[in-house]
């Protein structure tokens, strides 16, 4: 690939998921994501993470990807959020020859308290990595603990983006961040229906939730609207 072809690198992408049996369907009981949304399906993107050849192939994809759309000198540090992402930050901030933090979910509660791991300074332009994005509200904190520390965050990373839920974009747009990913919902989707991986009836309850999240979740006991 000599040139960049989001195509390609979703398709590809796609497969991978595919491959190390990364995509789950569950619709009875569903799948509960941690922001209270229910789903009949579930990506395992920590299960790549097992897989050295497709982990390598994988950041080369990343690596291609964060290059085209932010740039080659605009990133200082790479962050990863605790705790899925931290695997991810680390081997693309050997990739893009940076420095590496962590960011945790809640202050550490002990010795310095910290919130963010590794080092810190100010002014410094951060990416943002974690592994998958549903709605965009885990993002909200780990960006916040970022700028609280003085650095700016106006990337963020993932390897899946769900691209579904009809709020994601306006809340991952008024926290001031630039999403950048290598498939969604809809690539994976694509490939099922290529290569015949779900029958007839699972792939209409599969468009049946992407065609309208809400209320598939709400008639299966997850959140039914949009959180405020």
């Known amino acids: 690939m000599t040139a960049y072809d989001r195509d ?3 398709a590809t992408v796609a497969r991978m998921l595919w491959e190390v049996e990364a995509v789950a369907f569950r619709p009875d009981p569903p799948f509960l994501f941690t922001s209270g949304w229910a789903s009949p399906v579930y990506i ?3 299960k ?3 897989y050295p050849r497709l982990r390598r192939s994988l950041l080369d994809l990343a690596e291609k990807t964060i290059l085209h759309a932010v740039g080659h000198e605009r ?3 790479v962050a990863g959020g605790e705790t899925a992402g931290i695997p991810y930050a680390a081997w693309l901030a050997e990739r893009l020859m940076l420095p590496m933090q962590y960011v945790r979910k809640q202050p550490k509660g002990f010795g310095r308290n910290a919130r963010i791991e590794g080092a810190v300074k ?4 951060t990416l943002l990595v974690e592994d998958l994005a549903t709605d965009g509200r885990s993002k909200v904190g780990f960006v916040g603990a970022l700028r609280d520390a ?8 993932v390897v899946f983006y769900y691209d579904v839920f009809p709020h994601a ?5 008024k926290l001031g961040i630039s999403l950048h990913y290598l498939c969604t919902w809809r690539d994976v989707l694509a490939v099922a229906r290529g290569e015949e991986r779900f029958s007839p009836a699972v792939l209409g309850e599969v468009e049946a939730f992407l065609a309208d999240p809400v209320g598939w979740s709400g008639r ?9």
């Open 8 to 10: 390609f690198v979703a």
């Open 44 to 46: 395992d993107v920590r």
């Open 48 to 50: 790549l993470i097992s």
């Open 75 to 77: 990133i200082d540090v």
């Open 122 to 125: 100010e002014g410094w332009r």
């Open 150 to 157: 003085g650095q700016s965050c106006e990337h963020a990373f």
């Open 169 to 173: 974009r306006a809340t991952i747009e």
């Open 220 to 228: 299966h006991g997850g959140l039914d609207h949009v959180p405020d």
